[in-house]
């Protein structure tokens, strides 16, 4: 299983982002897919999952409205746009998959939020 995200970058407090994850090693479309993040000390936190058929979502209450995520089987590709963007969604956004018994991480990509 590779998870490759990418898409991190620095931009401004109500500014917009779309992360990708690249995935392979599985059979993609089989997989809920989600995204986390985490700030440096901080415990890493779901931002948002998506069902393996991409008809279902769900959110933590502090994207709501602002982030979606989705997902494009035939690309094995998971997205995540990122609207109304506040500094505090600064963080490592990483790409989750639980396969076989374990989770499966990417390397994360940074997002920095500020003026």
């Known amino acids: 299983v590779q998870l490759l995200e990418f898409g991190g970058a620095l931009v401004q407090p109500g500014g917009s982002l779309r992360l990708s994850c690249a995935a392979s090693?599985?059979?993609?479309?089989?997989?809920?897919m989600n995204w986390y993040r985490q700030v440096l000390g901080k415990e890493r936190e779901m931002v948002a999952g998506?069902?393996?058929?991409?008809?279902?979502?769900n959110y933590a209450d502090s994207v709501k409205g602002r982030f979606t995520i989705s997902r494009d089987n035939a690309k094995n590709t998971l997205y995540l746009q990122m609207n109304s963007l506040k500094p505090e969604d600064t963080a490592v956004y990483y790409c989750?998959?639980?396969?076989?018994?374990?989770?499966?991480w990417g390397q994360g990509t940074q997002v920095t939020v500020s003026s």
């Open positions: 998506i069902r393996s058929a991409g008809g279902r979502t």
């Open positions: 090693g599985f059979t993609f479309s089989s997989y809920v």
């Open positions: 989750n998959v639980w396969v076989g018994g374990r989770d499966y």
